[in-house]
Nanobody
Framework: QLQASGGGLAQAGGSLRLSCAAS????????MGWFRQAPGKEREFVTA????????IYADSVKGRFTISRDNAKNTVNLQMSGLKSEDTAVYYC????????????????WGQGTQVTVSS
């Protein structure tokens, strides 16, 4: 039900845009989040946008560099990443849920398959 795309290879300081398309959901009534998992590390929260008021929240590590946005008409959520760093290298997952807090993976119950982002220094 969730299809993530847009990953790839970027140089440090560069940009990438990830997208996540949802199907079979009343998209506008769900919180949307992005998480990532680097090799050998636990999955971590990146950013999320709530369905009530479209409030956004970011991990400190990406604040000011990443921007999340949602397009309810197209059932998509996008993640614009700029100022990429090598530590941003990870598999990025989009997720859908209705619970809180938005920063917890336990608040989401549909997950995309993940898209690889690799940043070379």
């Amino acid at each position: 039900q969730l299809q993530a795309s847009g990953g790839g290879l970027a140089q440090a300081g560069g940009s990438l845009r990830l997208s996540c398309a949802a199907s079979s959901l009343t998209f506008s009534r769900y919180n949307m989040g992005w998480f990532r998992q680097a090799p050998g590390k636990e999955r971590e929260f990146v950013t999320a946008v709530g369905w009530i008021g479209g409030n956004t929240i970011y991990a400190d590590s990406v604040k000011g560099r990443f921007t999340i946005s949602r397009d309810n008409a197209k059932n998509t959520v996008n993640l614009q990443m700029s100022g990429l760093k090598s530590e941003d290298t990870a598999v990025y997952y989009c997720a859908v849920g209705t619970n809180f807090p938005l920063t917890s993976g336990k608040s989401y119950y549909y997950w995309g398959q993940g898209t690889q982002v690799t940043v070379s220094s």
